[in-house]
């Protein structure tokens, strides 16, 4: 039987952080590295567009991002790893895909929703600071998904909205034309943690509430040493189950070191001293991977081959979809 194809996507804005590692970098790479799956993660950064336009910034966060991910153990012989904006598919199965889209679809996604609610809000025209990108966003996810007939997308709950999106779009497709794509199916893990900031909220760069992932042990530990807490003193008892300090260590310790820590609390471990252990633990997790990330980042052409090769790899098959869709809608040669 063919194997079940994997699909998932990273935007690519901004510098990785904990609560990206944890959430969703670490997970995806465990299942990545099942036997009974055909994985394909790439870099969105058609996507990271919408909303940056500063190109150095885009730049660098594609080259940050393709780094962490293989300094975190993504195997690019396992994982067809690539940019989006090297499928040049992707962007025609966009057009294709455009036209059998209901603008209504359109206009019940959540992103450009919010967008509006804020206009409305601020008493500004509804599209103000709205462009095409946000608004057809979903579009073009649909085509990153479709032009490999992907079974499974793995996604945070915010991306539910935009995989059913992919589903309507292409049974709209299968439709009118012919059965051409697989309708997707987003993959939700409930079990993975989502990660607490320095104040306690979800961290977030929004927030700016993140702990860095690999600017250096320097960095980490002063971040860890920002985590609010409260005022118990050493030798007074503290809740493991409303700390961060607590709920951090856990999403990377063992079930008996979590075990050992929450007895720990329990006992009144002074903050400082629960704040070096959960240092120690992240630091340990982490140190080897942060050195092949900063091998790599010396090394752009090490990644840039990596990324070309997965190119070549993806387009074999985006090719063969995309092409049976362009004939399916009547763009096919005279001869
Ligand atoms: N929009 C997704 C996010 O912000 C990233 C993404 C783009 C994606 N294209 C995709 C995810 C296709 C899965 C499949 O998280």
Redesign the pocket.
Known sequence: MAKEIV?????TSGTPHLGNYVGAIRPAIATSLQANVESYFFL?DY?ALIKCQDPERVKQSRLEIAATWLACGLDPEKVTFYRQSDIPEVAELNWLLTCVTAKGLMNRAHAYKAAVDINVEAEQDSDFGVNMGLFCYPVL?AA??LAFNAHK?P??RD?IQ?IEMARDIAGRFNHIFKDNFVLPEAVVDEDTPLLKGLDGRKMSKSYNNTIPLFEGEKKLKKAINKINTNLLEPGEPKDPNDSTVFDIYSAFATPEQKEEMRQKFLDGIAWGEAKKELFALVNNELAEAREKYQTLMANPQRIEDILQAGAVRARTRAKLIVTSARQAMGLVSFS
Not at 7 to 11: E, K, N, V
């Open positions: 699909l998932t996507g990273i935007t969105a996507h996810m990153d998904i997308v996604v945070g991306q935009h």
